[in-house]
């Protein structure tokens, strides 16, 4: 035993050899240390004395008795003890059968380490785990009340803008020759508000899915797209002149679903703040920004404010022209998203009176 003793003395980590009775046979420095006591306030005392928790001491017990029985080592545990005067420890013990070659005694050697800082730790962020589930529980009820809410309201919405699309579209078709040049203008401009209406609900629809559908990329034919779009906007450029450009639009990888909403909302844009031009002009094109595939809808409507370039994507924000024309801005915010889920950036360029020009990457 004294080669052991002194082997045991040197170590680093915190060792205990106990008798077949349980009672201190050594403990090495380290050991002290842990349990904050004096070098020989151990020796000879039995493990009831050290530990004063009697949860603690019927683990310790438990283990030691095995190892006794079995003649075998123990595998490590944590036991809770209680150590004099009160402190409270968490231990990491080991225990293993040593005999002494003096007189074939069976001792236990004991492995210690205090695990205390990490188990409190370890509790720490468990509770903070705790609290961010149930948060996050909360966030996704949020979401999922506000997106039936939504719906909800577009919903019963559809139904009475689509009622005054259509007395404003008969009222223009069948009296029209009838009526005063002003109710004929107003008539026109019920039926385009009608129009914008309900493409702001399907914004607002699009809006509260967007960030929680999944994006399906593959090859997306965009001269293809922004074709399809504009035979779809066709009722948008009725009674005017409108001349669109779709230049050469390489293809890009991307969810075409999500993109059709990009040009649908671009070209609406487009269409929309040149109204009060008598020659519209849009175009749609494509180019390398440092090195960078960028795409484009430019016209020459009403065009920004100095200070419109950067807040124009923001749902609280109106759209670009003259106060007449703003709307609420959740068709670009819906833009600026779908963008961003691909890895792009959008940003808008214009001076007033002068036109605007929306660009935008898709990524990589």
């Given at each position: 035993m004294l080669n052991a003793e002194s082997i045991l003395r040197g170590l680093a980590e915190a060792v205990l050899v106990l008798d077949e009775s349980l009672r201190t046979v050594f403990a090495n420095q380290a050991f002290y240390e842990v349990l904050q006591m004096e070098p020989g306030d151990l020796e000879g005392k039995s493990l009831k004395d050290v530990f004063v928790d009697e949860n603690g001491l019927s683990q310790l017990l438990t283990v030691f008795e095995a190892v006794l029985e079995d003649d075998s080592n123990a595998e490590r545990v944590e036991v809770e003890c209680v150590i004099p005067p009160d402190t409270r420890r968490v231990l990491s013990v080991r225990a293993r059968p040593l005999t002494n070659d003096e007189n074939q005694t069976k001792l236990i050697l004991v492995e210690l380490r205090d695990i205390t800082a990490a188990k409190e730790t370890e509790h720490k962020l468990e509770d903070l785990y705790d609290a961010l589930s149930r948060r996050t529980g909360d966030l996704e009820q949020i979401n999922a009340d506000l997106e039936s809410f939504t719906r909800w309201v577009s919903h019963d919405l559809r139904t009475p803008v689509r009622f005054i699309s259509t007395l404003a579209h008969r009222l223009v078709e069948h009296h029209g020759p009838e009526l005063p040049a002003g109710a004929n203008e107003s008539a026109h401009m019920i039926a385009d508000c009608a129009r914008d209406m309900r493409r702001l609900i399907e914004n607002l629809l699009a809006f509260a899915h967007v960030d929680r559908a999944p994006i399906r990329k593959r090859r997306v034919d965009l001269n293809r797209l922004a074709r399809e779009t504009l035979t779809e906007l066709e009722a948008d450029r009725e009674g005017r002149r409108v001349d669109v450009i779709i230049g050469e639009l390489p293809p890009c990888h991307a969810d075409r679903a999500l993109m059709k909403q990009v040009f649908m909302n671009l070209l609406a844009n487009a269409l929309k703040f040149t109204r009060p031009c008598e020659h519209a002009e849009i175009q749609v094109g494509f180019m390398h920004?440092?090195?960078?595939?960028?795409?484009?809808?430019?016209?020459?409507?009403?065009?920004?404010?100095?200070?419109?370039?950067?807040?124009?994507?923001?749902?609280?924000?109106?759209?670009?022209?003259?106060?007449?024309?703003?709307?609420?801005?959740?068709?670009?915010?819906?833009?600026?998203?779908?963008?961003?889920?691909?890895?792009?950036?959008?940003?808008?360029?214009?001076?007033?009176?002068?036109?605007?020009?929306?660009?935008?990457?898709?990524?990589?």
């Open positions: 920004i440092d090195g960078t595939a960028t795409y484009f809808v430019q016209d020459n409507g009403v065009g920004l404010e100095t200070d419109q370039a950067s807040s124009i994507f923001s749902p609280v924000q109106g759209s670009h022209g003259a106060q007449p024309l703003q709307g609420t801005g959740v068709g670009l915010t819906l833009v600026k998203r779908i963008i961003e889920r691909h890895g792009g950036r959008i940003w808008a360029e214009g001076e007033p009176s002068k036109g605007a020009t929306f660009y935008f990457q898709v990524g990589k």
